[in-house]
């Protein structure tokens, strides 16, 4: 008792005593700062793009001995998600699985060529959860749908008897690519076949087996235009197959969080680890998911005890449609989302003919979907003052919800990330901004057999592991920053980074 009132009459002395520069550097949140500027610099400076493609090569290896591809469902998928799981493991952290059912999809057929009255193929894409055509496909004519601002989403769209027996040639936008093929089933069609609204290829799902009604698949701007004025001059016969296998199975989520760590103050950050079957997926998403194994390593190297809890995730089934994400988010409890500050996606980082988009969290760029929960702006202006810092460009790119980060912000948990484009088309001003070529895509290889080794732009993996660093190393201490007012400033960014779309996905339901 006599020392505890000596410590007590010694308290004021000791306050009086102390200098204000000395107190200032006890406060709470200035001491917060300063571990998250030192680990963010250490983070920055270690984590290492070379050494993260060590990770790209083994997916690459995973998806040459299973088949060609790392898809939700098959071995190439469990196989990476074992060698995640093992990686974490080994650096230290809690690791667990997250096992879920869902319905494989794996193409068998998808072809397109004209009969008549010129000969010709034309490249057609099986759209995800499609009904099957019989082997060896249909022949039928071919109508046109009259082209509005919701070119085939109404019956009235559809003159009566004109569609009964053929298939439906469909511009998209105006509705998700399921009603645009329902209204065309209940015409009477025996096939839909619907043409992009921009440049790039068509890749996109009817959300669930329960929606589809007919054969569908996707092909591009030009080659529908092309077939439209053909039917414009006279009849147009076509040979259509698409089919695909479809099969109940199981997939697993990887989550891995530090041992310490608040976690009523939990950051995350994600990307998913499944590849379509189409091949190995080293890009999309090899790129994310390596780019978080490479950080997470060094994190547990140089920081023991963060002040915030920081959990990883690599999810599945992506290609499907957000399965894995979606599951994750719909079994947290009330208070597992209010404990998640922050949720940073990071999905396609290493295109060859890159752009560098983050998503706009506050919707100053005024395109597509509205703003994100509050925070948002803040994690974008984060990023946006990173590689200002570093005199890197970037533009923005908008929240379409058609990656992982979509379920987060339908529960209004903060999100962010980057990504470096996909099937969008890049424009001659982002030539002159990040280099590559104008008029291509940003990935040429994007959901086909050309996404291996060879896929990667290392320089932009770099920029992007190095975002991906810094926002661990600061958030891993300190999340004020989501406290602080942004001042909104427009960029060059559009609804998909070039394309006026997003990057196609196979989830990807609407325009």
Known sequence: MATVAAAALATPLLLASASPSAAHRHDPGDRAAMDASKLARKLVQKSSADDAFEHLEK??????????????????????AAYVYQQMKKYGYDVSYQRFDFIYTETLAEKLSVLSPAPRDVEIAAMTYTKSTPV???????????????TGCEAADYTSGTFTGKIALIKRGGCSFAEKQAAAAAAGAVGAIVYNNTEGTLSGTLGDQASAKIPTGGITQAEGEKLAADLAKGPLEVSFEVRELQEKRST??????????????TVMLGAHLDSVTAGPGINDNGSGSAGLLEVAEELAKREKQPTNKVRFAWWSAEENGLLGSEHYVANLSSLGKKEIKLYLNFDMIASPNYGLFV?????SDGVGSGAGPAGSAQLERDINEFLDKRGTPHEGTDFTGRSDYGPFIEVGIPSGGTFTGAEGIKTEAQAKKFGGSAGIAYDVNYHAA???ISNINMKAFAVNIGIIANAVGTYAHDISSLRKPVTTVPTD???GSGGGLHDGHDHEVTE
């Open 252 to 265: 697993n989520n990887v989550i891995a969080e530090t041992r310490r760590g608040n976690a009523a103050n």
């Open 359 to 363: 998503y706009d969290g506050d919707n």
């Open 493 to 495: 960014g559009d609804a």
């Open 136 to 150: 060896g496909g249909i022949k039928a004519a071919v109508a046109a749908v009259p082209v509005d601002d919701t």
């Open 59 to 80: 997916f690459q290896q995973i998806a040459d001995s299973t088949g060609g591809h790392r898809a939700a469902g098959s071995l190439g998928h469990d196989a990476s």
């Open 450 to 452: 050309g996404d291996d």
